[in-house]
DNA sequence: TTTCATCTACCGGTTTTCCGGTATATTCGC
DNA sequence: GCGAATATACCGGAAAACCGGTAGATGAAA
């Protein structure tokens, strides 16, 4: 196979040993070519901005930065590069930002070299893959998850949805053609529902809840 | 296989064709009894209250509430249920939101009878499991989604964090020994670089952004 | 060493939110 | 038809947030 034929694959760990274990793993592949290896975000940054890569085998643990944020700017920079998480972090809430942040899938590190090729061929194929152990992660959802969210009305939702777009209770009022007192009570119902103390802590729980 | 070791499924679904369909397309299944068919979420939660369901076919849109808050309201009511959900919408912020919500995987209507097998018996031994399209359209986010975030000082995070705890100024100026101008500042710093002009906005941006 | 970013701190004033009440009209289920 | 829940509206006062400035201290990079 033509080396430009292959599957180029960066791989950034800040332990040497998984680097070179990985790349044991991977170099007898034929359709692959381990284009870098890296153990610093900003190194594999700066690669990446003359370098193809197909996919980037990336840990969440890094020196120079974490691997939520470099998943996005890898994203933001170069959209077509498939990034795959390797981490030994299995709280689900990683997992899920994870993904947010644009990621294509997501092991750990006890994952078997073969669970790891059928996700990086997942991966590049354009479809979101996980580890078996993963995929048990994310079917077990916490109880904080599921924890009830108070039952709003109708115009108890409106109403916080313009509050977290930033609107005053003046704008409101005028918006949905109301008293700018009939907002505020509705806005202290909000408060009471919730028991918070103000919107800071009101719109925090309604984006953690979905309903932003 | 007797009745009672058979799997015990149930649909919800608020079209009674789509449900003819899958009573159609299941009830050849020797593993598989279909313990009761719903077009309303309560219909469903009243059943559920008195009878074992070990996985349960849910659709998004419902005449009497949506499918993501019955998501819950399913997995705070009985846990082990599994929830697959169903649906004509492909928006991946709703596929998330289900998972976020509890449910043990995600199908569009358009997937193939063996595919919907082959997702129930994932769910079923306990991971999340998703049709072909679904796991593009989730590995596919969004350039909202990645939109780069205002560079945040450490101290900036931290008072960040602490106002979405609903902490007032003096309160934060407190916890960190400073005075309350300087926290003031920070304040108003963060809200120049989210260009929001109060917490309400700021909170939603940041929590969007995962920062939460 | 100089520059740049960050952290710190202050003044004075305006706007908005928050909180303690109270109260009537409407709408929806039983 | 009759509650219960919801939506509407009001008062007054205290607390907090927001805004437009300015500016010294610190620490790291160039």
């Not at 292959?6 to 991977?26: C, F, N």
């Not at 170069?78 to 981490?87: F, G, R």
Request: proline content about 3%.
């Amino acid at each position: 196979m033509l080396e430009n034929d292959k599957i180029t694959l960066a791989i950034v760990d800040d332990h040497p040993v998984v680097i070179e274990g990985l790349q044991k793993l991977l170099e007898n592949k034929e359709v692959i070519r381990i284009a870098g290896s890296f153990t610093s975000g900003n190194g594999f940054l700066g690669f990446l901005r003359s370098n193809r890569v197909d996919i980037v085998l990336l840990d969440i643990t890094l020196p120079d930065a974490n691997g939520l944020d470099l998943c996005k700017e890898i994203k933001q920079l170069s959209p077509s590069t498939c990034v795959l998480a390797l981490s030994n972090h299995s709280e689900r809430s990683i997992i899920m930002q994870m993904l947010q942040n644009g990621a294509s899938g997501y092991l750990l590190k006890n994952a078997s070299g073969e669970e790891l090729m059928n996700c990086i061929n997942e991966a590049l194929s354009g479809q979101v893959t996980f580890s078996r152990e993963v995929k048990e992660i994310i079917a077990r959802p916490g109880v904080s998850e599921l924890k009830q969210l108070p039952q709003l009305t109708r115009r108890e939702k409106e109403i916080l949805h313009l509050i977290s777009d930033g609107k005053t209770t003046a704008g409101i009022a005028e918006e949905l053609s109301l008293s700018p007192l009939t907002v505020e009570t509705h806005r202290r119902n909000l408060l009471q529902k919730f028991e918070v103390k103000n919107v800071a802590a009101l719109i925090k729980m309604a984006a953690q809840q979905g309903l932003l």
